[in-house]
């Protein structure tokens, strides 16, 4: 097993949850019907903002919910396998987990940019500048991963991921991790 930022299980149990959803599809299905990519960020994020009148926050959680889950999508090496979303939230917190299985080269490029991403030397504005003058996003390592710079850039979203081995030759299970503040995703100008 291999993590990435500060992997951890979800929110602290010390902390009171006011919400925990959990949601599993399978790429098969979201892969012939695009759309229910966003229509589940959407739903996601109205679930977790009900009663609430931030329109921004909502926004923010749709964006970051729709990015981990077409790439959970896009990248997963058994369309038949599972999906599994995991929302946890409390008073101050939201976290979003997307789990997919990956096949061993997709998964060697996640953990080649996951390196550099959290290396002490890497600058985010230089790398912008670079994969926009890249092109299009095209794998998890060779594209632009500019979904991971808007989720933690602009939005302010504490990255981490977890890399395991399944049983399945060439087959890891890949946790894509996003924990925002509350604040942080309310108080977010464009």
Known sequence: MVEYGHFKENLSAKTLLTCELKLAFRPLDLMSKWQR??????FVSQFETIGQSHIRTKNVLSTIMNELLENAVKFSCDKTQFVDIH???DDTKIRIEVTNNADKQDTDTLKSFLKL???KDFDVDTFFMKQVEKGEN???GEGSQLGFYTMTHNYQGHLSARIEKTEMANVYKVTIAIEL???????HQN
């Open 117 to 119: 991403f959290f290396s």
């Open 87 to 89: 929302i946890t939230a």
């Open 181 to 187: 503040e509350k604040e942080s995703a309310h108080d």
């Open 37 to 42: 990519c966003g229509l589940t960020a959407d």
């Open 138 to 140: 095209v794998g998890y």
